[in-house]
């Protein structure tokens, strides 16, 4: 008889201990389930003018855990250039606005299109490194 107790208050015991993490389990399950569908919104890349109202969007879709410094160099580096086999230059990849653009998107939980864009500012000279021909004239106004 003492041993079907001792079995009956280890039982007890192991699902006192059990039930606590098997919850926290589920609970961990749920936010990777949460940030992974956070990690894979859609975020645009635009390149605008400053004083024209000129802009470039790449035809690339970019997911969230997608946005890195390696990542947006490629896909700049995908728009057609004026010269062949020149690389771009854009001065607001060189300052730390554009670090802390970059982490603003990847730590956002926000579904604000506004919110989920990365707009590169581009003197009039920087846009005119680009082939004419991929350049949007667009009334910022409405967007």
């Known amino acids: 008889m003492d041993f079907i107790i001792g079995i009956g208050l280890a039982s007890s015991v192991i699902t006192i201990i059990g039930a606590p993490l098997v919850l926290w389990g ?9 940030e ?20 470039i969007i790449p035809m690339m879709i970019v997911r969230r855990k997608d946005i890195t410094r390696a990542e947006l160099q490629g896909i700049l580096g995908t728009i ?13 990849l060189n300052t730390k606005r554009f670090w802390e653009d970059i982490e603003r998107l990847q730590a956002s ?5 506004a919110r989920d864009k990365l707009v590169i500012p581009c003197s009039p000279e920087e846009m005119e490194q680009f082939d004419p021909l991929v350049i949007t004239i667009n009334d910022f106004a409405s967007s």
């Open 26 to 34: 589920i609970w961990q399950l749920f936010l990777n389930y949460k």
């Open 109 to 113: 939980d926000t579904k604000e299109p």
């Open 36 to 55: 992974g569908k956070r990690l894979n919104q859609k975020v645009s890349v635009v390149l605008q003018c400053t004083d024209k109202n000129r802009k």
């Open 80 to 92: 057609k250039m004026r010269e062949q086999n020149k690389r771009y230059f854009l001065e607001y």
